[in-house]
T-cell receptor, first 109, second 117 residues
Framework: AQRVTQPEKLLSVFKGAPVELKCNYS??????LFWYVQYSRQRLQLLLR??SRESIKGFTADLNKGETSFHLKKPFAQEEDSAMYYC???????????FGAGTRLAVHP | GAVVSQHPSWVICKSGTSVKIECRSL??????MFWYRQFPKQSLMLMAT?????????EQGVEKDKFLINHASLTLSTLTVTSAHPEDSSFYIC?????????????FGPGTRLTVL
């Protein structure tokens, strides 16, 4: 079964602390994974995708096929990073995304 | 950048009535549009995928006669919730993709909150 698991509903850290939002997936074949972010009262937007291997707003994510993980990391959290983060897996022939349950990141001053 | 709009942003209706939600791609041609549903504090669940000019593909468990999807042009898709009931109350979100490859980015609309009384 194709599935995305985000085990933490809430991650609360202080400004300047490192952040790791966990994502594990289940998929037979070569996965394509994404992180989406939703800031308060805004629409969902793409943060990064694993095939780009880029860093956006200081965030990075590495695909680990052995551990079937795609954790999102940032070395120093900022208050403006507070948002809902969704990990998503691309599935099927029509660009279909399977979303995890989401993790709310709260960065405190 | 690519912008997707939805109209209305919220709607309240009486049980038994039908509600139409529009999803538009404002500055690109959307070959594929997706409709999601999001319950409070839960993730997005894909309801259906529609390609311009063809019938929508519904996910398992989604009633196609209940949730009518039309993708008549490359910039507009509509979702009609027919004979709405309180259990249909939810946040409906559309996304649009302009490319023809599997990895083309989906751009999301702001969502429409439906409340059925």
């Amino acid at each position: 079964a194709q599935r995305v698991t985000q085990p933490e509903k809430l991650l609360s850290v202080f400004k300047g602390a490192p952040v790791e939002l966990k994502c594990n997936y289940s998929y037979s074949g070569s996965p394509e994974l994404f992180w989406y972010v939703q800031y308060s009262r805004q629409r969902l937007q793409l943060l990064l995708r694993h095939i780009s291997r880029e860093s956006i707003k200081g965030f990075t994510a590495d695909l680990n096929k052995g551990e079937t993980s795609f954790h999102l990391k940032k070395p120093f959290a900022q208050e403006e990073d507070s948002a809902m983060y969704y990990c998503a897996l691309l599935s099927g022939g029509y660009n279909k995304l399977i979303f995890g349950a989401g993790t709310r990141l709260a960065v405190h001053p | 950048g690519a912008v997707v709009s939805q109209h209305p942003s919220w709607v309240i209706c009486k049980s038994g009535t039908s509600v139409k939600i529009e999803c538009r791609s404002l500055d690109f041609q959307a070959t594929t549009m997706f409709w999601y549903r999001q319950f409070p504090k839960q993730s997005l669940m894909l309801m259906a995928t529609s390609n311009e000019g063809s019938k929508a593909t519904y996910e398992q468990g989604v009633e196609k006669d209940k949730f009518l999807i039309n993708h008549a042009s490359l910039t507009l898709s509509t979702l009609t919730v027919t004979s709405a009931h309180p259990e249909d109350s939810s946040f409906y979100i559309c996304s649009a993709s302009g490319g023809r490859t599997r990895t083309d980015t989906q751009y999301f609309g702001p969502g429409t909150r439906l409340t059925v009384l």
